[in-house]
């Protein structure tokens, strides 16, 4: 089984930098996917991670460290439009269509 | 243009009524999948599907079926034995291989009257 555990909720300032936790407990590891999801939308992709280390695109940053169980979603120069919540998921060896064992999602709100 | 589909946005469902929601994708990809989205939780998976005429159980199966009789289409049913079916339910599909990206459609909004 799995275990996904990020906060709830968090705020941030417009123009700022903000970091979103996930730790994940799993049998087995087999990549870690961030998601974004603006209220009654689908989610939409933001950045994949299996090997240890940081993934730049654009003001998008994800890190993973697997002997940790830990992965972090940065977000720099926040703009108000990145007011979503965010998906941490994360995809076990049991194979690469088994589905995603999805966290609960962390709300960021954007505040002027 | 390339993507997914889900039809309809709304679905309204009486008690014991049976409903089918709709997932179309011409992506081309092989794996697809099922997730109810609840609020304050997480996407759970309720079925998916590697290739056409195959399909496994999610985590929350129970009350749902599904088929795959084509490629693109990966239609849902939710059964009068889901006894709390409201929900935002998400398709999603993916090219086969470990490591590969889901894509998700615009989702179906299932409210019971």
């Known amino acids: 089984g799995q275990n996904i555990d990020q906060p709830t909720e968090m705020t941030a300032t417009e123009g700022a930098i903000v970091q979103i936790n996930c730790t994940y407990q799993?049998?087995?590891?087999?990549?870690l996917f961030w998601y974004q999801q603006h209220a009654g939308e689908a989610p939409t992709f933001l950045s994949y991670n299996v090997l240890d280390g940081l993934e730049e695109k654009g003001r998008f940053s994800s890190f993973l460290s697997r002997s940790k169980g830990y992965s972090y979603l940065l977000l720099k120069e926040l703009q108000m439009k990145d007011s979503a919540s965010y998906l941490c998921a994360v995809r076990d060896m049991g194979g690469g269509a088994d589905g995603l064992t999805f966290g609960k999602g962390t709300h960021l709100i954007i505040q002027p | 243009d390339g993507g997914i589909t889900q039809s309809p946005k709304y679905l309204f469902r009486k008690e014991g009524q049976n409903v089918t929601l709709s997932c179309e994708q011409n992506l081309n990809h092989d794996a697809m999948y099922w997730y109810r989205q609840d609020p304050g939780q997480g996407l759970r998976l309720i079925y998916y599907?590697?290739?056409?005429?195959?399909?496994q159980k999610g985590d929350i199966a129970e009350g749902y079926s599904v088929s795959r009789e084509k490629k693109e289409s990966f239609p849902l049913t939710v059964t009068s034995a889901q006894k709390n079916p409201t929900a935002f339910y998400l398709c999603?599909?993916?090219?086969?291989?470990?490591?590969?990206?889901?894509?998700f459609g615009p989702g179906t909004r299932l409210l019971v009257l």
């Open positions: 999603a599909s993916s090219p086969e291989g470990a490591g590969e990206t889901q894509y």
């Open positions: 599907s590697q290739i056409v005429n195959d399909f």
């Open positions: 799993t049998s087995g590891f087999n990549g």
